[in-house]
């Protein structure tokens, strides 16, 4: 039998997506329009998972949460296109399982994160690292053997890697199988951190971005480090980061505090692009393939060798990410136990078509939005960059990626 969701959101045409694509996943889905129906569903047939807005009549998802703890641990995840920071630590220390702000809102991984929620032995966080980041080639084995022995320690570590390599997946592994582990693991967005941001509950936090750390929080947390996880009038988490590149090259351009790129980078932790070891492509499309097939509810698939050279041949630019998607399409349009050729490739080109028309628009709006802050400052660096919430140094890459001309007004 089907597990059964609880789905709260005052917004219909939201409501409806949600609720698809949780039934198609598998899951039986209930839906309440407030906090009120939420709470007579709740009670009249009690779910395995609720996910609920934060932000709604008669009863918010705060409210309803606390009703729920009152008498059960069912699991809750919140989501909110107004959350901040504050308002997910206020969540977690309220006991919500997780908090997803939905202005990067995620379906397939909101969809996984109800899957671990109900069932946490089947969840990822409870592996091992070597079946978490799976590949048999040099790289992967350095960067396992460094993970595992980075995790018990108290110290900051830095994951460079790509978009989609896993650096995610690393540092949660490094938290689940680590010192910090008996609290949680908070990610931030290394713009939106500050002095001002609530970590007294945590026991870990993943700052992605390293380049968009603002002048004022690598001075915060420069002094933080400094004095070590147990400084200050109270204990300061761990500290992991994420960065597309090594750190020491981007504070000699100015964009890092050179000591606080140094503390950073001290133990570092590089996960490789997919199109560098190849031949972990077999080991890792068979992974997946069977996760895909266990989140989908499909028998075990088979993959020829044929299809398999046709994955290895491939550039992979989304990395891991991109393999995975192609992969659980594949089996989910398949309709006998053998994926073909023919089904990948299909997958392969309708996602690269995608892909790029997404990356165009965003750029698009990217330029658009820089050329609009630029406009309202009269083309002051420092403003722009408070405008946009972003370092000074990652203004000016933009404007050489967007080749804008700046003009001062007089």
């Given at each position: 039998?089907?597990?059964?969701?609880?789905?709260?959101?005052?917004?219909?045409?939201?409501?409806?997506?949600?609720?698809?694509?949780?039934e198609d996943a598998?899951?039986?889905?209930?839906?309440?329009?407030?906090?009120?129906?939420?709470?007579?569903?709740?009670?009249?047939?009690?779910?395995?998972?609720?996910?609920?807005?934060?932000?709604?009549?008669?009863?918010?998802?705060?409210?309803?949460?606390?009703?729920?703890?009152?008498?059960?641990?069912?699991?809750?995840?919140?989501?909110?296109?107004?959350?901040?920071?504050?308002?997910?630590?206020?969540?977690?220390?309220?006991?919500?399982?997780?908090?997803?702000?939905?202005?990067?809102?995620?379906?397939?991984?909101?969809?996984?994160?109800?899957?671990?929620?109900?069932?946490?032995?089947?969840?990822?966080?409870?592996?091992?690292?070597?079946?978490?980041?799976?590949?048999?080639?040099?790289?992967?084995?350095?960067?396992?053997?460094?993970?595992?022995?980075?995790?018990?320690?108290?110290?900051?570590?830095?994951?460079?890697?790509?978009?989609?390599?896993?650096?995610?997946?690393?540092?949660?592994?490094?938290?689940?199988?680590?010192?910090?582990?008996?609290?949680?693991?908070?990610?931030?967005?290394?713009?939106?951190?500050?002095?001002?941001?609530?970590?007294?509950?945590?026991?870990?936090?993943?700052?992605?971005?390293?380049?968009?750390?603002?002048?004022?929080?690598?001075?915060?947390?420069?002094?933080?480090?400094?004095?070590?996880?147990?400084?200050?009038?109270?204990?300061?988490?761990?500290?992991?980061?994420?960065?597309?590149?090594?750190?020491?090259?981007?504070?000699?351009?100015?964009?890092?505090?050179?000591?606080?790129?140094?503390?950073?980078?001290?133990?570092?932790?590089?996960?490789?692009?997919?199109?560098?070891?190849?031949?972990?492509?077999?080991?890792?499309a068979r992974v997946?393939?069977?996760?895909?097939?266990?989140?989908?509810?499909?028998?075990?698939?088979?993959?020829?060798?044929?299809?398999?050279?046709?994955?290895?041949?491939?550039?992979?630019?989304?990395?891991?990410?991109?393999?995975?998607?192609?992969?659980?399409?594949?089996?989910?349009?398949?309709?006998?136990?053998?994926?073909?050729?023919?089904?990948?490739?299909?997958?392969?080109?309708?996602?690269?078509?995608?892909?790029?028309?997404?990356?165009?628009?965003?750029?698009?709006?990217?330029?658009?939005?820089?050329?609009?802050?630029l406009r309202r400052?009269?083309?002051?660096?420092?403003?722009?960059?408070?405008?946009?919430?972003?370092?000074?140094?990652?203004?000016?890459?933009?404007?050489?990626?967007?080749?804008?001309?700046?003009?001062?007004?007089?």
């Amino acid at each position: 039998m089907a597990e059964r969701v609880l789905v709260v959101d005052d917004q219909p045409a939201a409501l409806r997506a949600l609720a698809n694509e949780l039934e198609d996943a598998g899951f039986d889905v209930a839906v309440a329009r407030d906090g009120a129906e939420a709470w007579e569903s709740f009670c009249s047939r009690r779910p395995a998972a609720v996910v609920t807005d934060l932000v709604m009549p008669n009863g918010d998802g705060m409210e309803l949460l606390g009703r729920i703890r009152e008498q059960s641990d069912v699991p809750v995840i919140l989501f909110s296109a107004h959350g901040s920071i504050e308002t997910a630590v206020s969540a977690l220390k309220a006991g919500a399982d997780d908090f997803v702000p939905t202005t990067r809102f995620d379906a397939d991984r909101l969809v996984q994160m109800v899957r671990d929620a109900i069932d946490p032995a089947s969840s990822s966080t409870t592996l091992a690292i070597e079946e978490r980041l799976v590949g048999e080639s040099p790289f992967m084995v350095a960067a396992r053997r460094r993970l595992e022995g980075l995790a018990p320690l108290g110290t900051p570590v830095l994951v460079v890697g790509e978009p989609g390599v896993g650096c995610s997946t690393a540092i949660q592994a490094l938290h689940d199988l680590g010192s910090s582990r008996s609290r949680s693991l908070c990610r931030i967005d290394a713009g939106d951190f500050g002095a001002r941001t609530p970590v007294r509950s945590l026991g870990a936090i993943h700052l992605r971005g390293a380049l968009e750390l603002t002048v004022e929080a690598q001075s915060f947390l420069l002094r933080k480090l400094r004095a070590g996880p147990e400084g200050g009038a109270e204990p300061f988490p761990r500290v992991f980061v994420s960065s597309r590149e090594p750190l020491a090259h981007v504070s000699q351009e100015g964009a890092l505090d050179p000591e606080l790129a140094h503390i950073l980078a001290r133990f570092e932790v590089r996960i490789p692009p997919l199109r560098d070891r190849l031949e972990d492509v077999p080991e890792l499309a068979r992974v997946l393939i069977d996760r895909a097939c266990a989140r989908i509810g499909r028998r075990r698939m088979r993959i020829s060798p044929r299809v398999m050279a046709y994955l290895q041949a491939q550039e992979w630019p989304g990395n891991v990410t991109e393999l995975e998607t192609v992969l659980e399409r594949a089996v989910a349009y398949s309709r006998g136990r053998d994926i073909t050729k023919s089904t990948v490739e299909d997958v392969v080109a309708d996602l690269a078509e995608n892909l790029a028309s997404l990356r165009a628009t965003r750029e698009r709006r990217q330029r658009q939005s820089l050329i609009d802050a630029l406009r309202r400052t009269g083309g002051n660096i420092t403003q722009t960059a408070e405008l946009l919430g972003k370092s000074r140094s990652a203004v000016y890459r933009l404007i050489e990626k967007h080749g804008i001309r700046l003009t001062r007004e007089g």
